[in-house]
C-alpha cells in the first residue's frame, strides 16, 4: 500500500533525524500546521495557496521533491473534497443600485450627518462651560493638596514594603505548572536531564517537578499565549527573543529564589551569566 503524504513527509523527516520543532523554526511554520500536515488534516490550515506553499516548504526541508508533493497534496484534496481545490482570489462584483435605493441612501447621509453635526456641537458648548468653571473655581488649598500626596506616598512605600517582606514559596524542588492560554502548544521539556516533547492543550496543563533543573522550548509565536507558576506562585513568562523561533529557558537552584521575588523570567545579560547564571530566554 502507497503511503500518504503526511506518511511521505514524516518518514522523511525521522530517517533525518530532525524534530518538528526544528522543522518549524527553519521554515517559520507552526508545529501545529505541520504536525497536521503529516496527519493529512488540512482543516487547521488556512487553505487555497497557502496550504500549498507550507507543503511545498515542509518537502524541501526534508529532502522529497516538491512537484511530487504537491501532486499528492492535489490527489489527497480532490478525494477528500469530491473536487480540486480552488485557490483562485475572488473577485468582488459591485451591485448597481437602483434610483430608489440611492434615494435612500442619500437620506441616511443627511440623517447620519445631522447627528454628527449636532454631537460636535454638544461637545464645543461642553468644553466652554468647563473652562468657564475651571476660571472662576476657588484656588485649592496647597497644603491639603501638599499633605494628601504624602500620606498617598507613605502608604505606598508601606505597601511596597509589605510586598517584598512577604516570604517566598519553598525551593527545596522545583515544581512548575506550564498552562497554554487559548491554543494547543508544542513543548519540548528537559526536567533533570531527562528530556521529553509533548503538546499541551488549555484543558490540561502540565506540571514538570525537578530536582536539579527544569528547561522548556517552545514557538515564540506562543510567548504571550502561556501562563507559568512557578512552587504555587504566578510569575510572567519571558517574552519572544529578538532573534531566532524558540523561546527557551531554566530553572535551577541557583535562579529560582531571585525568579521567586521578581515574579519573572527575564532574558539573561551576559554579565548576568558570568555571576549569577540567571533564567535564560532565547
Known amino acids: 500500500m502507497s503511503l500518504t503524504l503526511g506518511e511521505k513527509l514524516r518518514q522523511a523527516r525521522e530517517e533525518r533525524g530532525i524534530s518538528i520543532m526544528e522543522v518549524s523554526e527553519q521554515t517559520r511554520i507552526s508545529p501545529l500546521y505541520l504536525e497536521a500536515i503529516e496527519n493529512d488534516n488540512y482543516a487547521p490550515l488556512p487553505g487555497g495557496i497557502f496550504n500549498k506553499g507550507f507543503v511545498k516548504t515542509f518537502a524541501k526541508y526534508v529532502g522529497i521533491d516538491e512537484n511530487e508533493a504537491l501532486q499528492d497534496y492535489t490527489r489527497l484534496v480532490t478525494q477528500q473534497t469530491g473536487s480540486e481545490e480552488n485557490t483562485e482570489p475572488q473577485t468582488y462584483r459591485p451591485e448597481v443600485l437602483t434610483d430608489d435605493r440611492a434615494s435612500s441612501s442619500n437620506i441616511l447621509t443627511i440623517i447620519f450627518a445631522i447627528v454628527i453635526l449636532g454631537l460636535m456641537t454638544w461637545g464645543i458648548l461642553a468644553l466652554v462651560s468647563y473652562i468657564q468653571n475651571q476660571q472662576t473655581a476657588p484656588v485649592a488649598n496647597t497644603n491639603t493638596a501638599n499633605s494628601n500626596a504624602n500620606s498617598n506616598s507613605a502608604a505606598n512605600t508601606n505597601s511596597a514594603n509589605a510586598n517584598a517582606a512577604q516570604p517566598i514559596?519553598?525551593?527545596?524542588?522545583?515544581?512548575?505548572?506550564?498552562?497554554?492560554?487559548?491554543?494547543?502548544?508544542?513543548?519540548?521539556?528537559?526536567?533533570?536531564?531527562?528530556?521529553?516533547?509533548?503538546?499541551?492543550?488549555?484543558?490540561?496543563?502540565?506540571?514538570?517537578?525537578?530536582?536539579?533543573?527544569?528547561?522548556?522550548?517552545?514557538?515564540?509565536?506562543?510567548?504571550?499565549?502561556?501562563?507559568?507558576?512557578?512552587?504555587?506562585?504566578?510569575?510572567?513568562?519571558?517574552?519572544?527573543?529578538?532573534?531566532?523561533?524558540?523561546?527557551?529557558?531554566?530553572?535551577?537552584?541557583?535562579?529560582?529564589?531571585?525568579?521567586?521575588?521578581?515574579?519573572?523570567?527575564?532574558?539573561?545579560?551576559?554579565?548576568?551569566?558570568?555571576?549569577?547564571?540567571?533564567?535564560?530566554?532565547?
Open 169 to 282: 514559596p519553598a525551593t527545596n524542588e522545583i515544581k512548575l505548572e506550564f498552562k497554554p492560554s487559548s491554543e494547543t502548544v508544542s513543548l519540548e521539556a528537559t526536567v533533570d536531564g531527562k528530556k521529553s516533547s509533548l503538546n499541551v492543550t488549555p484543558d490540561a496543563p502540565q506540571t514538570f517537578t525537578g530536582q536539579a533543573s527544569v528547561k522548556l522550548r517552545y514557538y515564540r509565536g506562543f510567548a504571550d499565549k502561556v501562563g507559568l507558576t512557578l512552587n504555587g506562585k504566578q510569575i510572567t513568562p519571558p517574552p519572544a527573543p529578538a532573534k531566532g523561533n524558540g523561546v527557551e529557558f531554566e530553572i535551577n537552584k541557583d535562579n529560582i529564589v531571585q525568579i521567586l521575588q521578581s515574579g519573572q523570567i527575564v532574558p539573561a545579560t551576559p554579565a548576568a551569566n558570568a555571576n549569577t547564571n540567571p533564567a535564560t530566554a532565547r
